[in-house]
């Protein structure tokens, strides 16, 4: 079964300054690896999403993740941190099963606060 | 709107009551989700409903968990004599195509609070 972990569970970092979020992933095949955001109070939105080609991919509000199958990584960055960026992030691997079962396995999520 | 919908977006019910949380998808996306979000647990899938296929249940927790999706669309989920641990936000999803290149599209979820 997949598994996906985030090691950082808090990081505060100050505005301006750059950010990672790491993300580590377990998964038998090639995996399809997503990022979501989750503002307080807001559902998930996706910021960026990996199945194949290019391992660098971008996404919205300037962030962009590396797959690194090597180290079965899919970190998130981004090179300036806005105040408005403060929020928790989600990793999440996706897997297809028997019976046409599909479905997104999360990490337990990265909280982000930003100081002004 | 056109966004996933959730109903209620709280509810406190007392311990041993049933509840019942309703999720109205993206129009003419064919799978929907449900996942439990608990304190520090991040999200825990539930239950998967793909089209007419039949749904895999494989999530749900016990037996007091069940849900339906009518039609195709609407859907409900219902927890049956309720515990504290049920306490959590339940977060409905939806997609387009249901495979692996879908993206899923969140709702804001239902806060359940079991007294």
């Known amino acids: 079964a997949q598994s996906v972990t985030q090691p950082d569970i808090h990081i505060t970092v100050s505005e301006g300054a750059s950010l990672e979020l790491r993300c580590n992933y377990s998964?038998?095949?090639?995996?399809?690896l997503f990022w979501y955001v989750q503002s307080p109070g807001q559902g998930l939105q996706l910021l960026l999403k990996?199945?194949?080609?290019?391992?660098l991919v971008q996404g919205i509000k300037g962030f962009e993740a590396e797959f690194k199958r090597s180290q079965s990584s899919f970190n998130l960055r981004k090179p300036s941190v806005h105040w408005s960026d403060a929020a928790e992030y989600f990793c999440?691997?996706?897997?297809?099963?028997?019976?046409?079962?599909?479905?997104?396995?999360f990490g337990k999520g990265t909280k982000l606060s930003v100081i002004p | 709107g056109a966004g996933v919908s959730q109903s209620p977006s709280n509810k406190v019910t007392e311990k041993g009551k049933d509840v019942e949380l309703r999720c109205d998808p993206i129009?003419?996306?064919?799978?929907l989700y449900w996942y439990r979000q608990s304190l520090g647990q991040g999200l825990e899938f539930l239950i998967y409903?793909?089209?007419?296929?039949?749904?895999?249940k494989s999530g749900l927790p016990s037996d007091r968990f069940s849900a339906e999706r009518t039609g195709g669309s609407v859907s409900t989920l219902t927890i049956q004599r309720t515990q504290q641990e049920d306490s959590a936000v339940y977060l409905c999803?939806?997609?387009?195509?249901?495979?692996?290149?879908?993206?899923?599209?969140f709702g804001e979820g239902s806060r359940l609070t079991v007294l």
């Open positions: 999803a939806s997609s387009l195509t249901g495979t692996s290149t879908g993206e899923l599209f």
């Open positions: 998964y038998g095949a090639t995996p399809y």
């Open positions: 990996y199945f194949s080609g290019d391992t």
């Open positions: 999440a691997v996706g897997a297809s099963y028997g019976a046409g079962s599909y479905q997104l396995t």
């Open positions: 129009s003419g996306h064919t799978a």
């Open positions: 409903f793909q089209g007419n296929s039949a749904p895999d």
